[in-house]
Antibody, heavy 125, light 112 residues
Framework: EIQLVESGGGLAQPGRSLRLSCSASGFSFGDSAMSWFRQAPGKGLEWVAFIRGKPYGVTTEYAASVRGRFSMSRDDSKSIAYLQMNSLKTEDTAVYYC????????????????WGQGTLVTVSS | QTVVTQEPSLTVSPGGTVTLTCASNTRSVTSGNFPSWFQQKPGQSPRALIYMTSNRHSWTPARFSGSLLGGKAVLTLSDVQPEDEAEYYCLLYYGGAQFVWVFGGGTKLTVL
């Protein structure tokens, strides 16, 4: 069974940093792409960051709203994905979800399948 | 700025059929946008339903189907069940110069 468990959320002041972790199990983590999404209270979903798996070079992509402030990385030896969030703003307040991303070779594209339960980040003074 | 638009709300009777749409402000939605659909119930994480326009995940009931029609991505729910009441989000991929995923604003489906 595929499981994704996020941790590291909490309260942070504007301008400070937080690091989220996503512990994965039940699949070949190193070969899989992973992504972070978020959902502000009472709002819709927003893509945050994406990291390719080892077969595709472990490169990253970011939404414009977080580029330059957030950084996604992975430790394949521990099956953990990270989201380092710096220079936090009040508008970063949201539930952050870790998602496994599968690559479809026939379509040459990625799609989301398994979601974690989310971790709440609150940015407030 | 890329904006993806969905119906804010729809109501359907149990056993009925309903169609949800997903449109892009930049151009017609195509298979190259890899349209996908997600269901989210209150207090729960989103659950993937459809990927690559029309492919169901192993856990997706057959009454959910995806397609392209009139330049939009479409999610059709047939024989709607009370448990289908939820928020539904579409997701589009915009490749090219930059890798971008954009969600629609969501459709609140009420089964009444």
């Amino acid at each position: 069974e595929i499981q994704l468990v996020e941790s590291g959320g909490g309260l942070a002041q504007p301008g400070r940093s937080l690091r989220l972790s996503c512990s994965a199990s039940g699949f070949s983590f190193g070969d899989s792409a992973m992504s972070w999404f978020r959902q502000a209270p009472g709002k819709g979903l927003e893509w945050v960051a994406f990291i390719r798996g080892k077969p595709y070079g472990v490169t990253t992509e970011y939404a414009a709203s977080v580029r330059g402030r957030f950084s996604m990385s992975r430790d394949d030896s521990k099956s953990i994905a990270y989201l380092q969030m710096n220079s936090l703003k009040t508008e970063d307040t949201a539930v952050y979800y870790c998602v496994r991303v599968s690559y479809d070779a026939s379509w040459r594209g990625y799609h989301l399948d398994h979601w974690g339960q989310g971790t709440l980040v609150t940015v407030s003074s | 700025q890329t904006v993806v638009t969905q119906e804010p709300s729809l109501t359907v009777s149990p056993g009925g059929t309903v169609t949800l749409t997903c449109a892009s402000n930049t151009r017609s939605v195509t298979s190259g946008n890899f349209p996908s659909w997600f269901q989210q119930k209150p207090g729960q994480s989103p659950r993937a339903l459809i990927y690559m326009t029309s492919n169901r995940h192993s856990w997706t009931p057959a009454r959910f189907s995806g397609s392209l029609l009139g330049g939009k991505a479409v999610l059709t729910l047939s024989d709607v069940q009370p448990e289908d009441e939820a928020e539904y989000y579409c997701l589009l991929y915009y490749g090219g110069a930059q890798f971008v995923w954009v969600f629609g604003g969501g459709t609140k489906l009420t089964v009444l």
